[in-house]
């Protein structure tokens, strides 16, 4: 599976952002996810979405300002995020497991299967 993210750029304190996943391939038990690196730190975790259920889950750092969706037609997974501060500037993955993942383990990066290029993302203030 290969996986594309794309919508990355410059945005001011404030402002808001979509980036969005393209997938080669989905299928319904797959989960899909949003991680965030900066530089010198670990991957963090943002979001995931069930492909066939479209169940979400969010890390509380972002719940209430990004919102994970899922396209089934288009096989994308976008990452909307609103009230966009300097904090959240950092490159941003998408990821897929293939369906074993368990609720525990949906925040660590090493579990999940496949991984995008990533987009940065910059915020200015």
């Known amino acids: 599976v290969q996986l594309q993210a794309s919508g990355g750029g410059l945005v001011q304190a404030g402002g808001s952002l979509r980036l969005s996943c393209a997938a080669s391939?989905?299928?319904?038990?797959?989960?899909m996810g949003w991680f965030r690196q900066i530089p010198g730190k670990e991957r963090e975790f943002l979001a995931n979405?069930?492909?066939?259920?479209?169940?979400?889950y969010y890390a509380n750092s972002v719940k209430g300002r990004f919102t994970i969706s899922r396209d089934k037609a288009k096989k994308t997974v976008d990452l909307q995020m609103n009230s966009l501060e300097p904090e959240d500037t950092a490159v941003y993955y998408c990821?897929?497991?293939?369906?074993?993942?368990?609720?525990?383990?949906?925040?660590?990066?090493?579990?999940?299967?496949?991984w995008g290029q990533g987009t940065l993302v910059t915020v200015s203030s």
């Open positions: 391939a989905t299928s319904y038990n797959y989960v």
């Open positions: 979405i069930r492909w066939g259920s479209g169940n979400t």
């Open positions: 990821a897929a497991d293939k369906g074993s993942i368990i609720r525990s383990e949906f925040m660590n990066f090493a579990q999940y299967d496949y």
